[in-house]
């Protein structure tokens, strides 16, 4: 596989996704938001994934809010298929977190976690990708944020799930990709963060 570097494509998502996330930052500190789209196409780019997969990585974030704002499928098709690729829309809305299902039922909070879940078990390997690139990401930077802290509660607060919940969801995404045989290095990467939140004080 041939290691992703800089393309015009990548700078053209980069740039969209800075657009979408302007003035944005990170919970609960001042980074800006764009540090998330950024990491995750690093991660993607350090494990040798191609183009189409780093520019849904990149924009992950971006069509996740999209969706939770009401774009429907012909107005993402035309403002983000058709500029990056069919390709890459599709692996990111394989397993971006939805706020209603295919039939147009509205899904509480939980159901949207199962609904991830469950999506990941017929996700392309692209998508599966993203989202755990994504995820260790998020993982990470809850092991340094707690690294960083004598008050772990102020990390843990910022997640509406609280640290059970938190570390509960990164524990069934681990176990998911395990049970879809999904086996790519990145996972024992994810696995070895999720054990550090696991081990983590409350």
């Known amino acids: ?27 609960g500190t001042r980074l800006p938001y764009l540090t998330q789209p950024a990491n995750v196409a690093v991660i993607l780019t350090r494990y040798g994934q191609d183009e189409s997969t780093v520019v849904a990585g990149i924009l992950h974030d971006t069509i996740e809010d999209a969706v939770r704002d009401g774009w429907n499928r012909s107005t993402l098709e035309e403002r983000i298929g058709r500029k990056f690729g069919m390709d890459a829309l599709e692996t990111v809305l394989a397993v971006i977190e939805r706020r209603v299902d295919d039939d147009g039922v509205e899904l509480s909070v939980d159901d949207r976690k199962a609904d991830i879940l469950t999506r990941l078990s017929v996700a392309s390997d692209a998508a599966r990708w993203v989202c755990t690139a994504d995820t260790l990401h998020n993982a990470n930077t809850i092991v340094y944020d707690l690294a960083r802290t004598s008050f772990p509660e102020t990390v843990w607060g910022r997640f509406s799930a609280g640290r059970e919940g938190t570390v509960r969801w990164y524990r069934a995404v681990c176990d998911r990709l395990r049970d879809v045989g999904f086996s790519a290095p990145i996972v024992a990467e994810l696995e070895a963060a999720t054990a550090a939140l696991e081990g983590a004080a409350p």
Not at 11 to 21: D, L, M, P, T, W
């Open 1 to 27: 596989m041939t290691v992703t570097g800089y393309s015009d494509r990548i700078n053209h998502a980069f740039a969209f996704a800075a657009k979408h996330h302007d003035q944005q930052v990170r919970s």
